[in-house]
């Protein structure tokens, strides 16, 4: 903001060429009147009102900072929306391969168990045929063993 400046058009009006408010313009150490004083008054209530303008400024030049800032904020959600959608999108794609891998590895789960379980009974069956074929054997051997111990006697 710029400057306020008040000039008056009225010559008896500056204080510095007017006898009523500035004694050495006269030449004569002549007191001051009542309506200097009020003259004097006035100049002082604009030095404070120009006082206050200055502050007003301050107080403008942060508030239109401050919308500055909002300005942007507000200008980066439509970017923030669409960051949100893009990220959903993705986790949701991100989601469908993960429960397609989780079916994928429950199916090789399950088939793994069936092959484990086939094997197991495979491994089952061979043994049980392995201790008939070892009883077989050894009942062999007892029985040659017995009747080679009877006959001895």
């Known amino acids: ?3 306020l ?3 008056s058009t009225n010559p008896q009006a500056n204080p510095q060429t007017n006898p ?3 004694p050495q313009a006269t030449g004569k ?3 001051l ?3 200097a004083f009020r003259d004097l008054a006035a ?5 404070r009102t120009l006082g206050g303008i200055n502050q007003l400024e301050a107080t403008i030049k942060s508030h239109a900072e401050k919308i500055e800032q909002v300005t942007q904020s507000v200008s980066t959600i439509p970017r923030l929306e669409k960051d949100v959608e893009k990220n959903t999108k993705d986790l949701n794609e ?3 391969e993960l429960n397609g891998l989780g079916q994928r590895l429950d199916r090789q789960i399950g088939d793994l168990r069936a092959n484990e379980i086939s094997d197991l009974k495979s491994f089952a069956s061979t043994t049980r045929t392995l201790g008939y074929i070892a009883l ?3 009942t062999v051997i007892f029985t040659y063993l017995y009747l080679r111990l009877s006959q001895g006697k």
């Open 94 to 96: 991100l989601g469908k």
């Open 20 to 22: 009523q408010t500035n």
């Open 5 to 7: 400046l008040i000039m």
């Open 33 to 35: 009147t009542a309506s």
């Open 136 to 138: 077989s054997v050894i």
């Open 1 to 3: 903001m710029g400057k």
């Open 29 to 31: 150490d002549e007191p």
């Open 43 to 47: 100049v002082i209530d604009i030095f």
